[in-house]
């Protein structure tokens, strides 16, 4: 047979690749079985000289594709990625010297995945060349082989067809994003198949960001009346509005944001979805103008920021999470922070960005602090603050002597003893958050200043359904309700109560209004009084013509008519 010594090769290579972390599984047979086949089959059909030379070329470069992946899966605990390959290319001269100078030494060369394949390389040539002549084989065996492949074929069809949905998104990210979060990317588990969509995730991501900064660099406001001169938006993470005392939790989590709003300064909004349970895509949603059930593509339309920074407002970013060096970014997030990690686009879109994170959010709000001390205080200005929030690990996101709950509150409960530390801690969290929510609200008490509060979804904390974290799958009723229905609020500073009553009678009937966040910027926008070609009233929920819309979350699933089910 004139691919055997090739196919076997290829086959060994890529079953030297396989990760059995997760357990052994005829998945992870058959699948290298039918790739190794379908890559050398076609090598038949050619004449013999170029034959030889074809098959020596694709069995070289399939041993250094697996052999890749070997040394990313041994030395970093995972496969080929997006990020890897994302950070490999765009790695100048001196960073790889400094890569290969300190992760390439004998070490390497004594592991056993990585010396076979090393041996591999070197006898495909001598292997090719001794076997010149078709290996014999009589019919029982072409037929028993075609049967094996044929079942091989019918047993990963159903895996096939999700890692092929992958490259049918027509460029949407973020629909490409939430399915790798459910982990179609890893369907068909080659280092073939993990490399290509590698390639293909960065080429999508690239050219989105290219449209992107088309449309945000050629934008340009109408008109500005400056009618807020000090509106901030903070942006939670992993905020289950179930577990806020604010939204009739048990347990007094959010004492200080209740207080305020008994005393009319703060505004409590109670039917607000995100159309993602992803921080990445829901970022996107909160920069972009474009929105969900518009026909245009979503590149198509510019990022909120550079129109206030083109009508006069000094914008600043302040992030726990999105630091433009180094940030720490996911194995996928390849849609929604991509703006933010691109200098270029990040120039235009803030006057002032962090570069540092903290451990803690409070060091987040001293650094908002140092910078409002140093500025012009007639300037005109929008703050973005970005919390860590409540992002797993929760007991990481609060000091030890801000706790306020022990495992004995939960004695009631009937879940297990982790269950309820995981409880515990996320409940402390949120208190702690409070905390910083407040402090916020602190610096800003003295000037004429509105504060929106969101946070990007929401987070399973053994409620209705018995896990924590969040579900990367088709969303179910009971899930919905944990992971994106989501907290907002706005607060009013005294002074701007006094200036802008027209705008506080707004704010307080539009607070049982049905909003997705996507449509956030069409508030801010409000707020400034910026007025341009994408301002849509309708879409504002602080306008008195707002008219709902049909609420997409996960990319397709209509929120209100799940959510039915459970009322």
Not at 280 to 298: P, T
Not at 422 to 448: F, G, P, R, T
Not at 506 to 519: H, N
């Amino acid at each position: 047979m004139r691919i055997l010594p090739l196919y076997l090769t290829c086959l060994t290579a890529c079953l030297l690749c396989v990760d059995t972390a997760g357990g052994l599984s005829l998945h992870l047979l058959t699948a290298p079985v039918l790739t190794a086949f379908l890559v050398c089959w076609p090598t038949i059909f050619l004449p013999n000289r170029l034959r030889e030379v074809v098959q020596l070329v694709i069995g070289e470069v399939f041993i250094f594709v697996c052999l890749v992946d070997a040394y990313c899966q041994e030395f970093f605990a995972t496969p080929v990625t997006p990020l890897i390959l994302s950070n490999t290319l765009l790695s100048n001269t001196r960073e790889s010297l400094e890569f290969l100078s300190a992760y390439i030494g004998i070490y390497v060369f004594l592991n056993w995945r990585i010396a076979s394949m090393l041996l591999l390389a070197i006898a495909l040539p001598a292997v090719l060349f001794f076997l010149r002549k078709p290996l014999p084989m009589n019919r029982v065996l072409r037929n028993v082989g075609g049967v094996v492949m044929c079942l091989c074929m019918v047993y990963e069809a159903p895996a096939a067809y999700k890692y092929v949905q992958l490259y049918l998104q027509h460029g949407d990210l973020r629909n490409t994003e939430g399915m790798m979060f459910r982990h179609y990317h890893r369907e068909v588990p080659t280092p073939l198949h993990r490399l290509a969509f590698a390639c293909y995730a960065i080429k999508l991501s690239s050219q989105v960001l290219e449209d992107v900064k088309y449309s945000t660099f050629s934008a340009q406001a109408d008109s500005c009346s400056h009618l807020s001169p000090h509106i901030v938006l903070v942006i939670g993470e992993s905020y289950n509005k179930h577990h806020s005392s604010l939204y009739g939790y048990h347990l007094q989590t959010t004492p200080r944001q209740q207080k305020r709003r008994d005393k009319g300064e703060l505004y409590v909004f109670n039917d607000v979805v995100t159309p993602w349970n992803i921080t990445s895509n829901v970022f996107f949603d909160l920069f972009s103008l474009w929105e969900y059930g518009m026909e245009e593509a979503m590149g198509t339309k510019p990022l909120f920021t550079i129109l206030f920074r083109r009508s006069g407002y000094a914008v600043n970013f302040f992030s726990n999470q999105y630091i433009l060096k180094g940030f720490l970014k996911g194995e996928v997030n390849q849609a929604g922070h991509f703006f933010l990690a691109d200098k270029e686009m990040s120039d235009s879109l803030f006057t002032f960005r962090n570069r540092t994170p903290f451990n803690y959010d409070i060091g987040l709000v001293e650094e908002v602090q140092d910078y409002k001390a140093k500025r012009n205080p007639q300037e005109n200005t929008l703050d973005i603050i970005h919390l860590v929030g409540q992002h797993f690990e929760y007991s990481s996101r609060y000091p030890d002597s801000c706790a306020v709950y022990s495992t004995k509150t939960y004695a009631d409960r009937s879940i297990s003893k982790k269950a309820k530390e995981e409880v515990m801690h996320y409940d402390n969290s949120v208190c702690y958050d409070d905390k910083v929510l407040d402090s916020i609200l602190c610096m800003y008490e003295q000037e004429e200043a509105i504060v929106l509060f969101v946070s990007d979804h929401g987070e399973e904390v053994y409620d209705d359904l018995q896990v924590s974290g969040r579900l990367f799958q088709e969303p179910t009723a009971a899930q919905v309700r944990q992971e994106f229905e989501v907290p907002m609020w706005i607060w009013c500073s005294e002074t701007y109560r006094k200036n802008h009553p027209e705008i506080v009678e707004r704010i307080s009937q539009a607070v049982d209004k049905p909003f997705l966040t996507d449509a956030l910027p069409q508030i801010l926008l409000s707020l400034a009084g910026i007025s341009c070609q994408w301002t849509d009233e309708s879409r504002n929920l602080l306008s008195p013509t707002y008219q709902g819309k049909r609420r997409l979350i996960n990319g397709n699933v209509d929120y209100d008519e799940l959510i039915k089910c459970v009322k």
